[in-house]
């Protein structure tokens, strides 16, 4: 066969796959439609919005099937289980919407520190995806800056990183949700996977200065800690660390980011997954001026920060509350209470939702164990 017949072989498998992607995604729009009318449903019957037993049945089916038609079987389960989260995901906006009459064709402004290619940023498209078909995403360089943004209305949410499961909780959050009166209304779980980027695929004990933002030095601290001659510098954040690498040009330098910020900015990546654990996430939370209303058939998260009254244990008393109302506690951080020395500020998450009549009575009984009590929200809770 000639190379040119050859050629033209390829052309109609591309024209064939070029067709099958088109058939794809005719069928994702149709079954889009369906979910579309599946939320009306459960809007109007108060149905669940999601059956764990049936979402198994039906990938234990899909890989069945697969395996039928000679398909990897792990692949179409793992398919299938990205479509099934889209339209839980796109159900509970949905929901959320209508119980706060929020237009859908608004055009939504969300901030968030950094630039494109950072974590947070990818935060904001994969949290606010289904959310909006116009969406605006503005970067600053301080938190500080995000939260005076969102109280300005110069955007309508703010999304902050709050803590990351190898370096911990990001206190400059905390601090911020004290002083300012914000809400969380939403939560998002990233998973993070750090490379080292530079200029060239040179070697990396020519590696002289490395930029990354202080939770990504800290995240990889393991592998940071066996180079040699090698200065590690904190910078604003891991997509500015890698644009810096590029403005300076300069062979010896290179920064910790993500594959999305290497690609982004034409960096090469030296080494891929260099985080202490390989299993490395970090929740953001959606921060708004005023709290949301979380219908009752979503699965819901409430944050509230708690100062325990000044005796003998109050702060068990506290925890209690929560325990005698079976409210199932996911979180509980200290923090230097500010402008009161050794006393500690306490946030709690905790499963539930404040329309639901028992909380609001956990509530109560948790104010009487409390010198100071602030409800931070409620909010549809996600999962890595």
């Not at 079987?73 to 299938?80: E, I, P, T």
């Not at 520190?113 to 949290?127: K, P």
Request: glycine share 4%.
């Amino acid at each position: 066969m000639s190379d040119k017949n050859q050629i033209r072989d390829i052309k109609e498998i591309r024209k064939d796959l070029d067709h099958i992607d088109q058939q794809i995604l005719k069928f994702l729009a149709d079954r889009q439609r369906v979910i579309n009318e599946t939320a009306e449903i459960k809007k109007e019957k108060k149905a669940i919005l999601r059956d764990p037993v049936r979402e198994h049945e039906i990938l234990n089916r899909i890989g069945q099937k697969a395996r039928e038609n000679g398909l990897d079987r792990y692949y179409a389960m793992q398919l299938f289980k990205t479509i099934i989260e889209h339209s839980v995901r796109f159900q509970t906006d949905f929901l959320i919407d209508h119980a706060n009459l929020r237009n859908r064709d608004t055009m939504l402004r969300v901030g968030f520190q950094g630039t494109e290619g950072a974590y947070s940023h990818r935060a904001i498209l994969e949290h606010f995806s289904s959310k909006a078909n116009d969406l605006v995403v503005h970067g600053f360089e301080t938190f500080r800056e995000v939260v005076d943004a969102v109280e300005k209305g110069e955007v309508d949410y703010g999304m902050m990183p709050i803590e990351n499961t190898t370096a911990g909780s990001i206190n400059d959050t905390y601090d911020l949700l004290y002083r300012s009166n914000m809400s969380i209304v939403g939560e998002e779980v990233v998973s993070v996977q750090h490379c080292l980027v530079g200029l060239e695929d040179i070697p990396i004990s020519n590696i002289r200065r490395i930029l990354s933002h202080p939770q990504a030095i800290a995240q990889c601290s393991e592998y940071l800690t066996r180079l040699r001659d090698c200065k590690v510098e904190s910078y604003l954040d891991t997509a500015m660390a890698a644009r810096k690498v590029v403005e300076d040009a300069d062979l010896s330098q290179a920064a910790i980011a993500s594959r999305e910020a290497a690609r982004l900015y034409g960096l090469t990546i030296l080494r891929e997954g260099i985080a202490n654990q390989k299993e490395n996430y970090t929740r953001f939370v959606v921060i708004n001026q005023k709290p949301i209303v979380v219908d009752s058939q979503i699965p819901c998260k409430t944050s509230v920060m708690i100062t325990a009254a000044h005796r003998k244990g109050a702060l068990a008393s506290c925890l209690n509350v929560l325990n005698d109302y079976n409210l199932n506690l996911t979180k509980l951080e200290s923090r230097p209470q500010p402008g009161t020395p050794w006393e500690y500020l306490f946030y709690v998450d905790f499963e539930g939702n404040t329309a639901n009549p028992e909380v609001q009575e956990a509530l109560a009984k948790l104010r009487e164990h409390t010198s100071f009590l602030k409800v931070l929200g409620s909010y549809p809770y996600r999962v890595a």
